[in-house]
C-alpha cells in the first residue's frame, strides 16, 4: 500500500483583494447574472464556523487538525449582521437557497440568532429562501426545536454507518451512533421536514454499511444520499482506489432493494435520484468523482472570515470581509459579487483526470472542505 501523505498546509491565506468594479454588470436578458459558462447563481453555502467536534478522515485528520491547530480568532469571523447583509445581496442577484455549514455549524453560538436574520429576507419577487443548515448531528436532539422556531426548514445530517464502532471510527472522536439517530428523530418531531442523511463512502473503511444504511432508512420519508470520497483540500490523503463509484453502489443496493432511476428535482442539482421499486421512498447518488455535475453548478460560498469561493475545490477565494469592512455601499457589493460571478469558469471534476497529480502538494493548494463546508 502507498504511503499516506497529508501535507500540512494553511489553505486559508490565499484570498485576492477586491475593489469595487467602476463598470456596470451585464445581465442576460430574462437569464439574469450568469457565469462565462451560463450558469446561474442560485445557492449560496455560507460556513458560520471552522471549528468541528469531529474528527473525519475524509475532512478534518486528527493528524492535521490537532489541540495545536491555529483556528480562526473570534474577530476574524463574520458577525451575524455581517453575514445577514452579504446575503442579502446574494439574494439580490439570484440565490434562492442558502445552506449553513462549517465545519459544524451548530457549534456557532446562537446560530439560531443567524438563522431568524435570514429567514427574514426575500426574493425580489417576494418569495422566502430556502433555509437549510447541514450538520453532524451531535447536537440536533438538543437544538432542533429552536432551529425550527427560528425558522429553519431543513437540516441534512452526516452519518457515515449505522454500526456503532464503524461510526467512531469514522468519526475519531469515539461519538455513539445512537446520538446521531436521536438528533434525526428530534430534528422529524420539530417539524424540519425532507431530513437528507448524506454517507461518505470510502473503500475498505464503510462501504458494509450501504446496505445496512439504506435498509434503515428505506420507508423512513428520509432521503439516504451516498457520496464518492472526494480529493477534497490536502490534507485527507485521498487516492482514487478508495473512492467506490457511485454506478456499482446502484447495483449493490438494486440487487436485493429494486431501484428505478428519477428525474432531477431541479437544474443544479448535486445528486442523482432513484426510487426503490416498491415505492417506499428515494436515495441519492453525489458522484463528483466519477460523473462530474459541474455543468449546471449553481452554488457559490462564503467561507466564516468572509471569502467568496467559487467552487468546493477552488485554490483561492475572494475577500468580501476588507471590502465590507471598509465602509463599501450595499451597491458596492452586489457589483463586486456579481463581477466575481460573471468572470466563473471553474469546472474541476470535468478536468480532474486532465489536471496534474497533487496528493503530495506539487498542483494547486486547494482549500480545505472544514473551512467552506461540503
Known amino acids: 500500500m502507498a504511503e499516506r501523505i497529508i501535507p500540512l498546509l494553511d489553505q486559508r491565506n490565499t484570498s485576492r483583494p477586491l475593489a469595487v468594479p467602476t463598470v456596470p454588470l451585464r445581465l442576460d436578458g430574462g437569464q439574469g447574472l450568469t457565469d462565462r459558462l451560463g450558469r446561474p447563481l442560485h445557492d ?18 486528527k493528524e492535521v487538525f490537532d489541540k495545536a491547530y491555529p483556528y480562526l480568532p473570534q474577530s476574524a469571523l463574520l458577525s451575524f449582521e455581517e453575514i445577514t447583509r452579504l446575503a442579502k445581496q446574494f439574494v439580490g442577484l439570484g440565490v434562492r437557497k442558502i445552506r449553513l455549514t462549517g ?27 430556502d433555509l437549510t443548515l447541514t450538520t453532524n448531528g451531535s447536537l440536533l436532539a438538543r437544538k432542533a426545536q429552536a432551529l425550527k422556531d427560528a ?46 442523511v448524506n454517507m461518505v463512502v470510502k473503500r475498505g473503511t464503510n462501504e458494509d454499511q450501504i446496505l445496512p444504511m439504506a435498509r434503515h432508512f428505506k420507508g423512513s420519508g428520509h432521503v439516504l444520499r451516498f457520496i464518492e470520497y472526494m480529493d477534497v483540500g490536502a490534507t485527507n490523503g485521498w ?5 467506490l463509484p457511485s454506478a456499482e453502489l446502484v447495483q449493490r443496493i438494486s440487487a436485493e432493494l429494486p431501484l428505478q432511476p428519477l428525474e432531477a428535482a431541479a437544474p443544479g442539482e448535486t445528486a442523482e435520484r432513484w426510487a426503490y421499486a416498491d415505492g417506499t421512498g428515494e436515495v441519492g447518488f453525489i458522484s463528483s468523482v466519477t460523473q462530474a455535475f459541474c455543468g449546471d453548478c449553481n452554488r457559490a460560498r462564503l467561507s466564516t472570515e468572509g471569502q467568496l469561493y467559487l467552487c468546493l475545490f477552488a485554490s483561492h477565494g475572494h475577500d468580501l470581509r476588507s471590502l465590507l469592512r471598509s465602509g463599501a455601499s450595499d451597491a458596492d457589493l452586489t457589483a463586486a459579487i456579481g463581477h466575481i460571478w460573471q468572470g466563473r469558469s471553474d469546472r474541476y471534476s470535468q478536468l480532474r483526470h486532465a489536471l496534474p497529480a497533487d496528493a503530495n502538494g506539487a498542483g494547486p493548494r486547494r482549500v480545505e472542505m472544514s473551512y467552506i463546508g461540503g
Do not use: H, W
Open 151 to 196: 425558522g429553519l426548514q431543513r437540516v441534512t445530517v452526516s452519518l457515515d454507518g449505522l454500526d456503532d464502532a464503524v461510526f467512531r471510527q469514522m468519526n475519531d472522536v469515539d461519538f455513539p451512533v445512537a446520538e446521531v439517530l436521536a438528533g434525526i428523530d428530534a430534528a422529524q418531531s420539530a417539524g424540519l421536514g425532507n431530513i437528507k
Open 44 to 61: 449560496l453555502r455560507i460556513s458560520v464556523t471552522d471549528r468541528c467536534n469531529f474528527r473525519c478522515s475524509y475532512c478534518m485528520p
Open 103 to 129: 465545519g459544524e455549524p451548530l457549534l456557532r453560538k446562537n446560530i439560531e440568532v443567524l438563522i431568524a436574520q435570514l429567514a427574514q429576507l426575500r426574493t425580489p419577487d417576494g418569495q422566502p429562501l
Open 239 to 243: 487516492r482514487m482506489n478508495e473512492v
